[in-house]
């Protein structure tokens, strides 16, 4: 069974710093890209950051520079810092995991920048 996991979320003021961890069990997780995606209220979901499986990285324009996707293979754990968090951030913030026209996706954690 395919477990997606996310962990870390919650309210922090303008400025400040969350990490968010996705632990993965049920897959060969060295395999899959991971991406991480965010909707927030009355959007759409919208992809925030990539890491492949070869540790490659890609981001969204809005979050570049604050936010860094990282992956650790003998965790089974992908991670995203998010630093200089912006009212626009929040969101329900979710990982995906994507190999050979598959994913599978985790429940969500909700993350609210607020002063």
């Known amino acids: 069974q395919v477990q997606l996991v996310e962990s870390g979320g919650g309210e922090v003021q303008p400025g400040g710093s969350l990490r968010l961890s996705c632990a993965a069990s049920?897959?060969?997780?060295?395999?899959?890209?991971m991406n991480w995606y965010r909707q927030a209220p009355g959007k759409q979901r919208e992809l925030v950051a990539t890491?492949?499986?070869?540790?490659?990285?890609n981001y969204a324009d809005s979050v570049k520079g604050r936010f860094t996707i990282s992956r650790d293979n003998a965790k089974n754990t992908v991670y995203l810092q998010m630093n200089s968090l912006k009212p626009e951030d929040t969101a329900v913030y979710y990982c995906?995991?994507?190999?050979?026209?598959?994913?599978?996706w985790g429940q969500g954690v909700r993350v609210t920048v607020a002063a």
């Open positions: 049920g897959i060969i997780f060295r395999r899959y890209y």
């Open positions: 995906d995991a994507v190999w050979a026209g598959g994913s599978y």
């Open positions: 890491v492949t499986s070869g540790g490659n990285t």
